[in-house]
């Protein structure tokens, strides 16, 4: 399983980054996969999850409304869209796969600024 995050950086409150997760060496699309996230001194905080057909979505109750998981199974990539960024989503996102055998990339940084 590799798990490859891309598309982070550093933005201004209200601002949006997409981030993207290239998968290999599975098959993805039969795969519910998710995105987690981990603030400074804060543990692991799942933010949303996708089924593996891309159709159902879950979403963690501090981002509903402003986050977007989606997935192109053609491609083997997820995306994290993210709009109307605030401070506290300043963390590492980590993209992974769901299950008892969990599996998550090496993250990308994720810096919002007031």
């Known amino acids: 399983v590799q798990l490859v995050e891309s598309g982070g950086g550093s933005v201004q409150a209200g601002g949006s980054l997409r981030l993207s997760c290239a998968a290999s060496?599975?098959?993805?699309?039969?795969?519910?996969m998710g995105w987690i996230r981990q603030a400074p001194g804060k543990g692991l905080e799942w933010v949303s999850i996708?089924?593996?057909?891309?159709?159902?979505?879950y979403y963690a109750d501090s981002v509903k409304g402003r986050f977007t998981n989606s997935r192109d199974n053609a491609k083997n990539t997820l995306y994290l869209q993210m709009n109307n960024l605030k401070t506290e989503d300043t963390a590492v996102y980590y993209c992974?796969?769901?299950?008892?055998?969990?599996?998550r990339g090496q993250g990308t940084q994720v810096t919002v600024s007031s």
């Open positions: 060496g599975f098959p993805f699309s039969s795969h519910d």
């Open positions: 996708i089924k593996s057909g891309g159709i159902t979505t």
């Open positions: 992974a796969t769901t299950g008892p055998a969990s599996t």
